[in-house]
């Protein structure tokens, strides 16, 4: 027993946890997952360039599907072919996971990156509306970032529109967001430069000199 135990031990691969939890995240399935994981064995134990038929006998591929992934693994950038001059001066070719490491990393790198900024987009909108989201305000914000695409810069513009307008309430900032989406406005600086011409022309045409700061000099969102 104590001898199966050792052979179990000296029997493990190191595998990045990582690779498992985002393999899907760089455009690769289940199969070129096994595939990759087959060449890594296969390293790991002497072999440093597998053949198709080599890999394919131990998944439920044909060789021709498995040469097919390979190529396409390499054409992905997610694994590369080095040669590496013997003795004799042959030339030995072997397998480099590299690319797919450097990637897989990278990857995970900017997801945080993503995710630490929709967390500060919850945060600013609870500080500026002095209390915590509800359940059906946080979807709507996710709505806005994932459904409708909006770039964050965006929504911080809207929010600053509601905030301006003393209309903090996500109806308006919603009302304000589809008004820009119709008008092919996309970015913060095109949000700014539209809201700010809106506000001049309602300048020259509508205020009056006794009413220098009249609230109707701002576009209502919820008004056609």
Sequence with gaps: MKQNMQYILHDQINVPALLIEKF??????????????????????????????????????????CTNLLRQLIQKDLLAIEEDQADYNIIKESYSLDPLWQKLYTVDQK????????????????????????????????????????????IYTALRE?????KINFKYIDRILI??????????QQAQQSSKSFHSHQQNTSVKKEHPYDKSLYYNWLEE
């Design 24 to 65: 899907a995240s760089l455009g690769l399935d289940e199969t070129q997952l096994a595939i990759i994981l087959q060449i890594y064995t296969a390293q790991r134990k002497g072999n440093n360039f597998p053949t198709p038929e080599e890999i394919a006998e131990h998944l439920t591929i044909s060789n021709e599907v």
């Design 162 to 166: 509601a905030v301006l307008m003393g």
């Design 111 to 154: 997801v945080e990156k993503v995710d630490n900024k929709v967390g500060e987009v919850f945060q600013k909108f609870e500080r500026e509306f002095g209390r915590p989201l509800s359940p059906f305000e946080i979807e709507m914000i996710n709505n806005w970032l994932d459904e409708d695409n909006h770039d964050i810069s965006l």
């Design 179 to 188: 008004e820009w989406q119709k008008k092919g406005i996309k970015s913060s």
